[in-house]
């Protein structure tokens, strides 16, 4: 199984960003899906989640609620964060993972399978 995910920059504070993560070699559409992010110096945290099918459900770290936006495309095999209203404090590298179960989690030892991550910077 391989994550690849990709969309990471740097951009201005109040600006937007939208990452996306292809999943190859399982089943995508019965994977939970959920996005991580580790700052230098700090630890890896939650940031969004996604049901597996249809992504009916989605879940949100209380620091992205209402600005973060996690959304799946199970014919294109990814899941996508969309991010506006970006803050320097966004600055992280993120992560996708899989699960290999259908309901969302926010504990990353949940999940069974990582991307690379990519690093998002927001200049203030």
């Known amino acids: 199984v391989q994550l690849q995910a990709s969309g990471g920059g740097e951009v201005q504070a109040g600006g937007s960003l939208r990452l996306s993560c292809v999943v190859s070699?399982?089943?995508?559409?019965?994977?939970?899906m959920g996005w991580f992010r580790q700052a230098p110096g700090k630890e890896r945290e939650f940031v969004a989640a996604i049901t597996a099918y249809g992504g009916s459900s989605t879940y949100y770290a209380d620091s992205v609620k209402g600005r973060f936006a996690i959304s799946r495309d199970n014919a294109k095999n990814t899941v996508y964060l969309q991010m506006n209203s970006l803050k320097p404090e966004d600055t992280a590298v993120y992560s996708c993972?899989?699960?290999?179960?259908?309901?969302?989690?926010?504990?990353?030892?949940?999940?069974?399978?990582w991307g690379q991550g990519t690093l998002v910077t927001v200049s203030s």
């Open positions: 993972a899989a699960r290999g179960r259908a309901l969302y989690s926010a504990g990353f030892t949940e999940y069974d399978y």
């Open positions: 070699g399982r089943t995508f559409s019965s994977s939970a």
